[in-house]
């Protein structure tokens, strides 16, 4: 009697089992954690199954420090994700090593449909291999209290502006700062912003260095004159973001998902956000642009449905979303004056408008090459080397970066 | 008969499960970790090629392989002597009978639980240029303060420190757990015999302590030789490297530059260093009095 | 007699003073765990909290399954804490005490292995488990921790201590090897066996590395995953992680504490004859 009764059960599970193989479907979804970021996936995850019956979105959120430290083994084993998350300047990498394929999707339309400074890494001869998202560009966060009581009307729209507004809000006394004029903190995209603002390129395709010119090192002396000649920025200060929640720093070029932080935080800072002030009167107000993109592992089941997940969570409505519960910029261009945005958040106009002008972050490896140009500019401050024999260096790095990371050459 | 058959194999029961489940997890990897250093393995493809000993070539012309490899070894020198004289100390003055050792105990057991992340935190608030307490106290004595962690000549001596409150703890429990077992008529002999403190200690804790000796010596040279998170969190290797040790540069290699084959070749590199560091400690060390089996 | 007496306050002090300086983090983590977001983050920081609120430790548990996690942590705590400290107790023994072919080999490998850097061996190991079927569940979690080189080498040190006559004494009674390890070595090494049960708990209980590729799901998670899942690229929560660390950290403080008595429970009360 209880052996059929179990017996019953089993048959019972075994169908439901094998039942819902036939139809069910899942995607294994992998991404860089924030806590507001993993509110937002759950919300698109639920939608998405809704839309879709039978898929199940398995999404698993992980510390971005550690982020590649799972993903790279679990790729290797084979046991990755799915969809997940790499970061723009890895696709071409990743693509090349057959980790991540083309996606299923209309690849004319998303050449119109996005920024093109998002999908510089992501689009080869045409064919989308992810679609961007999480994108930040460089913009100027200044503290409109200090601005006022100093009488400071208009906010700095170039460099030399830029600098006479930092060196007046700048409050120095017997060698000891007080107040910072302006920071950069020696962060790879702000640097880089500054040297494309001189209209120098950077590398070419075969990794051949095309900065070391007369701009480019313009571009580099500038970013360590900030330190070593106007002395608005004092790296012995401590952190720029401290300091400019304490009202210690006037202004800050920074991403705009800051925002959110300092409002975390600190609701009440007195915060204005401008594009990046310009090389000269007239010059565009370029800044550089690094974002994420969505990809679909080369091992995964069903391409189509990946692909389709992709272009859920990247689309314009998602987006909008998106933006508002995380502070990360869209991708897509028909968001860039869109209403509902700015009536959300004012303070949006300026990072939103940045992302017409951005261009992509310069070098497909960032994080080896941030550690370069803080290196190169740690090299002038720290260990007193000439702005030429920093810069020299800087060049030979980029070169052996390219060799030892992208060649990957022995 | 079966009293010579079960002397026989009792050892190799005894030491079964610990070496059989230790191997099990440790020793395939390690040996597939010393094969990688042979090739081109890039981590995420399946796909590698042999290169010979190219990787071990490039090590000799890799000045950032070199770099780490000093700082790695100024590290260690700095912490061991710190951590072995530290513990052995505290453990010393915790045995002589005072009140509170269980607190003591517990106090200096907190630093091995409190996760290393928060940690950090205070520590780089402990160096900070402007508000940190170090500052505070170089002012109080006349000297000028200094940015520790983001200056190359202090960066690599304030994780010392910090290397050392980490693991004086557990050490100095280990010491006392070692204390705690020199039976006591050693020292009643000797006080018969009229010895003194010092005496005692040179005669009788020393020699006894020998086998704790070594292997805080062997586990803290180890850890020093591997030190790794502190460089991550709290120095990324800066400034200017010069707190990128080998395994922050292993780690970098194999996890952001997608250079598995050369990471493994610098690991093969650093366990040839550690291996050699530990057999000389252990000739040098390893003799005097100990009951090994006779 | 007056010496004595300086003597014994220089002991205090130095014991104070170091105590001090161990205290100060873990107590810093403590009281900004009542400290308001905007209050952690302050420039010059303060100590003691201007304003307690016990609302960081509402929010972790409203945010997260904290309770699951405990349950968790503990499981792949224990259970390989008290299987360690048999098989290293047992393995050290064995690697000090008696003389057998192989010995040197064997214990030079486990050193050894000990001393290649993870970076290498995790992705193979991690290769491994996937391959056995052992990703994503607790067995997965506990395997890798079942024995421990550190523990079978500091069980040696020990039992090296101990005098072979004792043992002599013991097998000319007619006791087992194994009743020699039982009655003799268990009861003479229980500081060491303290000690390394605290340090393998301590071990587990933190351990970060294994349990983050290993578990993909929120129903495994252990308390040491939960802690980063406060902060995010840009926005970082101390108040929040200071809560969640003391939460996580409280069980094995306490272990600790309960674990004094064994610790100076040494040589001197187990009746030994000599």
């Given at each position: ?45 639920r ?40 970061r ?109 603002q ?6 070419d ?20 004159d ?46 204005g ?22 990809v679909?592992?080369?091992g995964?089941?069903?391409?189509d ?14 987006q ?17 004056n ?29 994080s ?43 | ?16 499960p ?8 440790t ?49 260690a ?8 004289i ?11 009978k ?10 200096y ?13 205070i ?7 402007r ?10 004595l006349?000297?000028?303060?200094r ?35 020199i ?44 030190a790794?998170s ?36 610098v ?28 | ?29 403590v ?126 040190q020990?039992c090296?201590t ?19 390890f ?16 605290i ?41 929040l ?25 040494g ?8």
């Amino acid at each position: 009697m209880k052996l059929t009764k179990h017996c019953l059960w089993l048959v019972l599970v075994l169908v439901l089992a094998s039942g819902s193989a036939v139809f069910a479907q899942t995607i294994v979804h992998w991404q860089h954690h924030s806590p507001a970021r993993n509110e937002m996936i759950e919300f698109f995850a639920r939608e998405f199954e809704a839309q879709n019956p039978g898929v199940t979105i398995e999404f698993e959120s992980i510390p971005l420090a550690d982020y590649y430290t799972k993903l790279l083994p679990a790729l290797a084993a084979g046991s990755g994700p799915d969809v997940f998350q790499l970061r723009s300047g890895d696709v071409p990498r990743y693509k090349e090593y057959e980790v991540i394929q083309a996606l299923n999707i209309d690849h004319a339309r998303a050449l119109e449909e996005f920024v093109p400074g998002s999908y510089g890494f992501l689009v080869e001869d045409g064919t989308f291999y992810g679609l961007p998202t999480d994108v930040q560009t460089i913009v100027l966060f200044y503290n409109t209290e200090i601005f006022a009581e100093l009488g400071i009307t208009e906010v700095p729209s170039t460099w030399e502006e830029l600098i006479e507004t930092a060196l007046l809000i700048a409050d120095i006394e017997d060698g000891v700062m007080y107040r910072m004029g302006l920071a950069h903190g020696s962060y790879g995209p702000v640097i880089y912003t500054l040297m494309a603002q001189t209209g120098t390129e950077f590398q070419d395709e075969d990794g051949k260095v095309l900065f070391d010119n007369p701009q480019g090192r313009e571009g580099f002396e500038f970013a360590v004159d900030w330190i070593a000649k106007y002395g608005v920025e004092d790296p012995d200060f401590g952190s720029r973001w401290t300091a400019f929640r304490e009202q210690e720093l006037g202004m800050v070029y920074a991403h705009p998902a800051m925002l959110g932080s300092f409002r975390n935080t600190h609701p009440d800072l007195p915060i204005g956000i401008a594009e990046v002030a310009a090389y000269k009167a007239g010059e565009p107000r370029t800044s550089v642009m690094t974002n994420w993109a969505y990809v679909a592992s080369a091992g995964t089941d069903d391409l189509d449905l990946a692909s389709r997940w992709i272009e859920f969570l990247t689309s314009a409505e998602a987006q909008r979303k998106w933006t508002i519960e995380t502070g990360e910029l869209p991708s897509r261009a028909a968001l860039i004056n869109d209403p509902e945005l700015l009536e959300y958040e004012p303070l949006l106009a300026a990072p939103l408008a940045s992302l017409e002008s951005a261009v992509p972050y310069p070098f497909e490896a960032l994080s080896q090459m941030d550690k370069a140009i803080r290196d190169a500019i740690n090299r002038v401050t720290i260990a007193g080397e000439s702005v030429d024999e920093a810069f020299e260096w800087f060049v030979q790095e980029t070169e052996k970066v390219y060799r030892e990371v992208i060649l990957d050459e022995l | 008969m079966w009293y010579r058959f079960q002397r026989k194999i009792a050892p190799y029961v005894f030491i079964l499960p610990g070496v059989l489940f230790y191997l099990m997890v440790t020793f395939i990897p390690a040996a597939i970790g010393i094969g990688l250093s042979f090739t081109n393995w890039s981590i995420i493809t399946p796909k590698f090629d042999w290169v010979g000993l190219r990787n071990y070539e490039r090590l000799l012309t890799d000045t950032l392989f070199q770099t780490s490899l000093s700082n790695t070894f100024r590290y260690a020198l700095w912490l061991i002597p710190g951590v072995v004289i530290c513990s052995l100390l505290l453990a010393l003055l915790l045995n002589t009978k005072v009140r509170g050792i269980t607190f003591f105990r517990t106090v200096y057991y907190l630093p091995m639980v409190t996760p290393i992340a928060v940690a950090s935190v205070i520590w780089m608030w402990i160096y900070d240029r402007r508000t940190g307490i170090l500052n505070y106290i170089v002012r109080l004595l006349g000297m000028p303060p200094r940015n520790w962690l983001n200056n190359p000549d202090t960066a690599l001596g304030s994780l010392v420190v910090m290397g050392i409150w980490l693991s004086v703890g557990s050490n100095m429990i280990i010491y006392l757990a070692a204390l705690q077992g020199i039976s006591r008529s050693y020292y009643e002999a000797a006080d018969i015999d009229g010895a003194g403190y010092w005496q005692r200690f040179r005669y009788i804790t020393l020699p006894l302590l020998r086998p704790t000796t070594l292997f805080v010596i062997i586990t803290t040279t180890m850890g020093a030789l591997r030190a790794f998170s502190q460089m991550n969190i709290m120095t990324q290797g800066g400034p200017l490297d010069s707190t990128t040790t080998i395994v922050f540069y292993i780690f970098k290699t194999a996890f952001t530059d997608l250079r598995m084959g050369y990471a493994a070749a610098v690991s093969v590199v650093l366990f040839a260093i550690t291996l050699v560091i530990t057999f000389v400690d252990w000739k040098f060390l390893g003799k005097g009095v100990s009951y090994d089996a006779d | 007699m007056q010496t004595r007496h300086i003597l014994k306050a220089l002991t205090y002090v130095a014991l104070i003073s170091v105590g001090f300086v161990m205290l100060i983090p873990f107590l810093w983590m403590v009281l900004g765990s009542f400290k308001t977001a905007r209050e952690v983050m302050k420039f010059p920081p303060t100590f003691i909290p201007e304003d307690p609120t016990l609302a960081n430790y509402k929010e972790v548990f409203s945010r997260l399954s904290f309770g699951r996690y405990y349950l968790n942590t503990i499981i792949t705590s224990v259970i390989p804490t008290i299987i360690t400290v048999m098989t290293a107790s047992m393995a050290g023994f064995g690697f000090a005490k008696y003389r057998f072919a192989g010995r040197g080999v064997i214990f030079w490998l486990i050193l050894a292995t000990m001393m290649i850097p993870y970076p290498v061996t995790i992705v193979p190991l991690y290769t491994m488990a996937y391959r056995a079927g052992l990703v994503n569940t607790y067995t997965g979690l506990i395997i890798v921790n079942l024995s421990s080189a550190f523990g079978i080498f500091m069980m040696r040190q020990f039992c090296l201590t101990i005098p072979n006559d004792l043992l002599d004494a013991a097998r000319i009674d007619g006791s087992s090897e194994f009743g020699i390890f039982y009655r003799i070595i268990m009861p003479l090494t229980k500081p060491a066996l303290a000690t390394l049960t605290i340090f393998t708990f301590t071990g587990n209980w933190n351990s970060y590395m294994w349990p983050l590729l290993v578990v993909n799901t929120d129903r495994l998670r252990t308390l040491s995953l939960a802690i980063p899942l406060f902060n995010g690229q840009y926005s970082s929560f101390p108040n929040l992680v200071y809560a969640a660390s003391a939460m996580a950290i409280l069980p094995v403080v306490m272990l600790f504490i309960f674990n004094q008595r064994y610790f100076t429970e040494g040589i001197t009360m187990s009746g030994l004859k000599e």
